[in-house]
């Protein structure tokens, strides 16, 4: 069984372009979860997407967005890219929207703002 | 909201020894997860040990075991037999009963050594 696929692994943007990255959930899996992972604010959650719908939402600016399709797979989108959104993002894949389903996490993108 | 404290920002064992990590959380809510997550070089998140918070009995995984203090807001683990490829950061999570968003601690590197 495929695991939690992340596309690319490695991204160079430059200040002020926009970026998209995809996630591949495992098969089945309908929830689909996106965080930032950097040195000064650790993990923080970004959005939650079940069944093609934001469920969820954390507290980033509104030029972070994502979206679901009808087979699961998810992008988030950063517009207007700053030094700051240099970061792993870390895509995570579950069943269903429930914290009794475990949580399977892709091995992240590496997006690094210049 | 919540929050996830982890004090020992690294820490060191040998191999074949037993080490604890620490982790304390805050939250006024009655029915929630726990969750130890391993990240090793290769970045990509692996789930270790899962604890819901209305078993009073810890829960274990093989060499893993947690301390669940649920009056302290304490949730600690315990490696044992602790190997080489344990090495890798570890974060405690907090996740709602009905929710799917995980809240990290600021996470702790655990270094093995011969």
């Known amino acids: 069984k495929a695991g939690v696929t992340q596309t690319p692994r490695y991204l160079i943007k430059t200040r002020g372009q926009q970026v998209t990255l995809s996630c591949s959930p495992i098969?089945?899996?309908?929830?689909v979860s996106w965080y930032q992972q950097t040195p000064g604010q650790g993990l923080q959650f970004l959005f939650e997407y079940f069944s093609e719908t934001q469920r969820n939402k954390g507290n980033f600016p509104g030029r972070f967005s994502g979206r679901q399709f009808s087979n699961s797979r998810s992008e988030m989108n950063v517009s207007t890219l700053e030094l700051g959104d240099s970061a792993l993002y870390l895509c995570?894949?579950?069943?269903?929207?429930?914290?009794?389903?475990?949580?399977?996490f892709g091995q992240g993108t590496r997006l690094t703002v210049v | 909201a919540q929050t996830v404290t982890q004090s020992q920002p690294e820490m060191s064992v040998q191999e074949a020894e037993t080490v604890t990590l620490s982790c304390t959380y805050d939250t006024s809510e009655n029915n929630y997860y726990l969750f130890w997550y391993k990240q090793p070089p290769s970045r990509q998140m692996i789930l270790v040990i899962r604890?819901?918070?209305?078993?009073?009995q810890n829960a274990t995984e093989n060499r893993f075991s947690v301390n669940f203090q649920k009056a302290a807001k304490s949730f600690s683990l315990k490696i044992s037999d602790s190997q080489l490829g344990d090495t890798a950061m570890y974060f405690c999570?907090?996740?709602?009963?009905?929710?799917?968003?995980?809240?990290f601690g600021t996470g702790t590197r655990l270094q093995v050594t011969l």
């Open positions: 604890q819901e918070a209305y078993k009073q």
């Open positions: 995570a894949s579950s069943l269903v929207a429930q914290a009794n389903t475990e949580a399977f």
């Open positions: 999570a907090f996740m709602k009963r009905t929710a799917s968003k995980l809240t």
């Open positions: 098969s089945g899996h309908r929830s």
